[in-house]
């Protein structure tokens, strides 16, 4: 149980053009879902909290307008990388956390595989 | 305010000795504790998580992990590594129910044959 997807795991675009990064809890409903930056050999960096029929909490020093994430249904949450730059470049981590009740899950948060983007 | 620090960010042990990865804590309410692996271009996989059950807390995969609190320390064990167990290790804080975690920087542990 607690599988989380992502799609696609890889994915390679030029230089302005938007992306696309679901991120789908497959057996279980998650009204909060994560997303996650990481950068070579370091730690992952929360980038937003995506809130199922709400708006996305962005952390500090990340474009909201640049990283579009909605939260449409219970079980599913997207990134959108508009207008990507090579920057923009890194592998994007989702995590979903069990709203259904089960005890001891509910403080967990279980991960996606990643998104590698690389941006030409 | 909570904070973790993975005292070493490399480990390199040969394949059938114990493995320690150390983490310490700090937080201003009863924490969970989570240890996740990594592996080269992958997820993170939930290996065990202490949320004020028991002290000594055993995961998957022969890994184990015990809270001090006196210590504020949550280090991960495992009596003999293998050569599959080379990867990333991430310890992880949460103040409990919808808090927003926080992660350590990491511990690569290098198995040798």
């Known amino acids: 149980g607690a599988v989380v997807s992502q799609h696609p795991s890889r994915v390679i675009c030029k230089s302005g053009t938007s992306v696309k990064i679901e991120c789908r809890s497959l057996d279980f409903q998650a009204t909060t879902m994560f997303w996650y930056r990481q950068f070579p050999k370091q730690s992952l960096m929360l980038m937003a909290t995506?809130?199922?029929?709400?708006?996305?909490?962005?952390e500090q020093g990340v474009e909201k307008d640049k990283f579009l994430i909605n939260h449409a249904s219970l079980t599913l949450s997207t990134l959108t990388v508009t207008s990507a730059h090579p920057e923009d470049s890194s592998f994007y981590i989702c995590s979903a956390r069990d709203s259904g009740g089960l005890a001891g899950r509910t403080d967990t948060q279980y991960f996606g595989p990643g998104t590698r983007l690389t941006v030409l | 305010a909570q904070s973790v620090t993975q005292l070493d960010s490399h480990v390199s042990v040969s394949e059938g000795t114990p493995v320690l990865l150390r983490c310490n804590y700090s937080?201003?309410?009863?924490?969970?504790l989570f240890w996740y692996v990594q592996h080269p271009n992958k997820g993170l996989q939930l290996l065990l998580k202490y949320t004020s059950a028991a002290t000594l807390v055993k995961g998957i995969n022969g890994f184990e992990a015990e809270f001090k609190k006196s210590e504020t320390s949550f280090h991960l064990t495992k009596p003999s590594a293998h050569m599959s167990d080379a990867a990333e290790y991430f310890c992880v804080v949460s103040q409990g129910g919808y808090q927003k975690v926080t992660f350590g920087t990491g511990t690569k542990l290098q198995v040798i044959p």
């Open positions: 937080s201003s309410y009863s924490p969970s």
């Open positions: 995506s809130n199922e029929g709400s708006k996305a909490t962005y």
